[in-house]
C-alpha cells in the first residue's frame, strides 16, 4: 500500500519546476527589446530551460546555450548586454533587424564570442575599440549600419579574426594600417564608406591569408600598392570606384589564385602589364573607366577568361588571336577604344560566346563565320568600324541573336535571306554600309522585330508586304536607298509605330489608307519620292505626330483643314504640286518654308501665289489693295483706339497691360486673362509666385504663371525676377517640341508678369507620384513618361541653336497631360551653352533643387548639358522606386547613394517600387541601368541625352524578349 501511495506521488505534476539562470537572463534580453512580430512567443517562463526556444541553440552535453540567432526578426531597441551574462555563448547573430542606439558589449562577459553579427540595423556612433579584447572573435560584421569615425586602430589587435566587414556605414575617418596586422584574416569588407582620402595602406600585403579584398567607393587615391602581389590566396580583389593613380603592378601577378580582379573607375593609366597572364585562375578582368592605353597582352588572352570588360579605354593594337582559344570566354567587350586589325578569326568556335560588343574602334575586315557556332549569340555590336564584305550565312541561322548593330562599316553584297528572319531579334541595324538587294519576304519571321534600321545602303526593289505584319515593329527607317513600287497597305496594321523614315528612295503611288491606327507615330518622313495623289487627312488624326515632312513628291489638291489639329515641330510640304487655299493655321510667315515650290497654293503670304501678267488685272489688284489698305487703316485706328480708351480705364482700377506677346494662334485676349486670377484658382505657388487654373470663355482651359515683380525690395531681387521671365519667354517662345510645355502667351501688368501655358490636367509627375495617386501610374505609363522626358531634354541639348541648358530638371517640373504625355516646364534658370559636349560654364549660383543637383556642379559651379543628364537620371530613379530624391529615411544619404547601397546589399527587390506589376522586373531593371549611367559620379561617363533616348527605346522594344539574363543583372556599356 506504502509502494503504491509512492508511486501515484511520483507520477503527479511537480509544480516546483521553474526556469534556470540562463533562461531568466534570456527574459531580460526579451523585456529590453521590441517583439511586435511576436518573435519571442515561444520565450516562456514555466519551461525549465530554454534550450527549445526560437533562435537559441544548446550545448547537447552541457545544456548551456552557445548560440543565439535572431536574425531577421523584426527586433528593435539597444544591443542587449545580458547576452554576455551566457557563460558559453560563442555565437550572436542580431543582423537585419533594428537594433538602435550605440553599441555596448559586456566585453568581460563575452569573451568566449567567437561570431558577432549585428549586420543591416540601425546602429550609431563609433565603433566601440573595447572589441579587440574579444580574443577568440572570429567574424565581426557591422556592415549596413550608422556608424561614423574611425575603424578603430587596436583592431589590428585581433588574432584568431578570420572575417571583417563594416561596408555600407557612415564611416568618415581612416582605414588603419594596423588591420595588416591580422594574419588570420579571410575577407576584408570596407566597401561604400566615405572615408577621408587615404592611399591603400602597403601593410595590407602583410595579411597573406586573405581571400576577399572588397573596397569600392572608399574614397582611395594614390598608388596600388605593389606589395598586395603577396597575397596569393586572394580570389577577389575590388578596388573600383575609387581615385586611385598610376600603372597597375606587375607584381599583381603573384596573386596565384585571383579569378576576378575589379579596378574600373579610377584614374589608372599606363599598359595592363603581360604578366598579369600568369595567373591562370582569372575568370574576370575589368579595367574599364580608366586611362589605360597600350593593347591587350597575349599573355591575358590565354587566360581562361569568362568575361573580358576593357571599353572605354584607350587601348590600341590588334586583338590577339590567342583570345580565340578560351573556352570559357562568353562576353567580350572592347567599345570605345582605339583596336586595329581584324577580329581573331575562331573567335566563338571553341567556347558559347553570348555578347560581342567592339564598337567605337578601328577594326577592318570580315566578320567571322564562327561567331555563333555554338548557338548561343545574343548580342552582335560592331558599329563605328570598319568592316567589309559580306554579312556571314552562318549569322542567318543564329536563332539566339536578339541584338544586332552593324552600321557605320563598309559592310557589302546582299544581306542572307535568313539573316532578315531572325526569330527573336529586337534590334536589327544595318545602316550606313554598302548592302545591296532586296528586303527579304523572310523579314516576316522576326516576329519580336521592335526598330528596323537599313537607311543609307543601296537597298532597291519594292518594300515586302510582309514587313505589316511585325505587330511589334516601333520604328522602321529605311532612308537614302533605292527603294521602288508603292508602300505596302499592309503598313497600317503597325499600331506600335512612332517612326517611319523612307525619304530619298523612289517610291511611287499614293500613301496607303487607314493611317489613322498610328496612334503612337511620332515622325513621318515621305521626302524625296515619287509620291502622288493626296494627302490624307487622316493624317491630321495621328494624336503625337510632331515631325512631318512630304516634301519633294507629287502630291497634289488642297492641303487638308485637318492638319490644323497637329502640334507639329517640323512641317515641310515643298515641292510638290498642292494647290488652293493654305490652312489658316499655317498662313502665317513662320511656315513659308514649309509651302515654297508649290506653283497653284495661295494664301496671305506673299509672292506664294503667282503674280498675274495682264495690267488690267493688275490695275486691279492695286485698286483692291488700296481699299484693304484703306479699311485696315481703319481698323487699326478703331483699335488703336479701343485698346488707348481700355488702358486708361485700367490704370484707374490699378492695372496696366503692357507688352503682351503672343508666340502661338490665340482666341483670347489679356483682360479676359488678369480678370480670372483669382484666389479660388490658385492651383500651385513658389517661390517666384503662383499658377492659376483659368477656364477662358471659349471652354478652353490654360495655366497662368504670376510672376510677382511690382515692389522691389532691392536691386538684386528685382534682377533676379526678371530674369526668369525673360528667359521664360526667349526660351519657351521660340521652341517647339511636343514635350516642352507650349507658351501661349506672356503679357507684363504693372504689378506682375505673367505668362499664360497650356493647361496640364494631371499636374506634375512629382505630385502624381508622391502622392496618393500613385497608383494611377503604373510601369508603361511610367516609362513613357521618361521616354518623353528625354526627348524634351534631347531636343534642348542637341536641337536647339544654340543648345540649352534647363538647370533645374526634377519631377515637379515635368507636367502631364491627360493622355500622361509628359512635358517640361519651368525654363526660369535655363542658360544657353557654347555647345553640347565642348566644355562648362561657370555660373556664379546653383540654380536647381535639393537631391537633383549634380556633384561636381554644386562643387564647382561649372554647367553643362551633363548637369541635366545626372538631374534626369534621379528621375528616373524616382520612377524606378517610387522614392523621393531626399527621405528622412536614407539618414544622409541621397535617392542615388541609397540606390547604390541598397543594390549591393539587398538585392534589386528592395529598390524596384513594390506597387509595379513584377511581371515587368527586367524592363524596370533596364530602365534602372540607363538610370545609374545617367547619375555617374564622373560627367564624362554620362550618356547624352540623345544616346538616352535611343536607350530607352531600346529598352521598351526589349520588354518583349527573354534574353536569358538573370533578373536584375546590369550591364555598363555606352552603346
Known sequence: MLLFLLLHLFSLPFSGRCLNQEGLYLQQVKQGLSDPTQSLSSWKERDETPCNWFGITCDNTTRRVVSVDLSNSGLSGPFPAFLCRLPSL????????????????????????????????FLVGNIPESLSSLQNLRVLDLAGNNFSGDIPSSFGQFRRLESLSVAGNLLNGTIPSSLGNISTLRDLLLAYNPYTPIQIPSEFGNLTSLEIFWLPYCNLVGLIPESLGRLTRLTNLDVSWN??????????????????????????SGEIPPSLGNLTTLRRFDASSNRLNGTIPNELCELPLGSLNLFQNRLEGAIPESIANSSNLYQLKLFNNKLSGRIPSQLGNNSELTSLDLASNQLYGEIPNHLCAKGSLEELVLIYNSFSGNIPESLGKCGSLGRVRLRNNRLSGTVP??????????????????????????????SNLSLLLISRNQFNGSIPEEIGLLSTLVEFSASGNMLTGPIPESFVKLSQLSRLDLSHNELNGEAPVGIQDWKSLNELNLANNKLSGSISSEIGSLPVLNYLDLSENDFSGNIPLELQNLKLNLLNLSNNRLSGELPPLYANEIYRNSFVGNPGLCGDLAGLCPHIGESKNKLNMWILRSIILAGVV?????????????????????????????????????????????????????????????VLSNGETVAVKKLCGGTKKDGASANSQKDEYEVEVETLGKIRHKNIVRLWCCCNTGVSKLLVYEYMPNGSLGDLLHSSKEGLLGWPKRYKIALDAAEGLSYLHHDCVPPLVHRDVKSNNILLDAEFSA?????????????????????????????????????????????????????????????????????????????????????????????????????????????????????????????????????????????????????????
Open 90 to 121: 560563442s555565437s550572436v547573430n542580431f543582423a537585419g533587424n533594428e537594433i538602435n542606439s550605440s553599441l555596448i558589449v559586456d566585453i568581460d562577459g563575452c569573451q568566449n564570442l567567437q561570431e558577432l553579427i549585428l549586420s543591416d540595423n
Open 243 to 268: 581615385r586611385l593613380t598610376g600603372s597597375i603592378p606587375g607584381t599583381l601577378s603573384g596573386m596565384k589564385s585571383i579569378v576576378q580582379i575589379e579596378l574600373y573607375h579610377n584614374n589608372l
Open 417 to 446: 535571306d535568313m539573316f532578315w528572319g531572325l526569330p527573336h531579334v529586337y534590334l536589327f541595324e544595318l545602316s550606313d554600309n554598302l548592302l545591296t538587294g532586296e528586303v527579304s519576304k523572310m523579314i516576316s519571321h522576326a
Open 634 to 694: 481703319f481698323i487699326i485706328a478703331v483699335v488703336w483706339f479701343f485698346i488707348k480708351y481700355r488702358s486708361i480705364k485700367e490704370v484707374k482700377q490699378g492695372i496696366a497691360i503692357s507688352k503682351w506677346r503672343s508666340f502661338h494662334k490665340i482666341s483670347f485676349g489679356e483682360f479676359e486673362i488678369v480678370d480670372s486670377l483669382k484666389e479660388d484658382n490658385v492651383i500651385g505657388s513658389g517661390g517666384s509666385g503662383k499658377v492659376y487654373k483659368v
Open 823 to 975: 512635358r517640361i516646364a519651368d525654363f526660369g534658370v535655363t542658360k544657353v551653352v557654347v555647345g553640347v559636349g565642348k566644355g562648362a560654364e561657370s555660373m556664379s549660383v546653383i540654380a536647381g533643387s535639393c537631391g537633383y543637383i549634380a556633384p561636381e556642379y554644386a562643387y564647382t559651379l561649372k554647367v553643362n548639358e551633363k548637369s541635366d543628364i545626372y538631374s534626369f537620371g534621379v528621375v528616373m530613379l524616382e520612377l524606378v522606386t517610387g522614392r523621393r530624391p531626399i527621405d528622412p529615411e536614407f539618414g544622409e544619404k541621397d535617392l542615388v547613394k541609397w540606390v547604390y547601397t541598397t543594390l549591393d546589399q539587398k538585392g534589386i527587390d528592395h529598390v524596384i517600387d513594390p506597387n509595379l506589376d513584377s511581371s515587368y522586373k527586367e524592363f524596370i531593371c533596364r530602365v534602372l541601368d540607363i538610370a545609374l549611367c545617367c547619375t555617374n559620379s564622373l560627367p564624362i561617363n554620362r550618356p547624352s541625352m540623345r544616346r538616352v533616348v535611343k536607350m530607352l527605346q531600346e529598352a521598351g522594344a526589349e520588354k518583349k524578349v527573354k534574353t536569358g539574363k538573370k533578373d536584375g543583372q546590369r550591364e555598363w556599356e555606352s552603346n
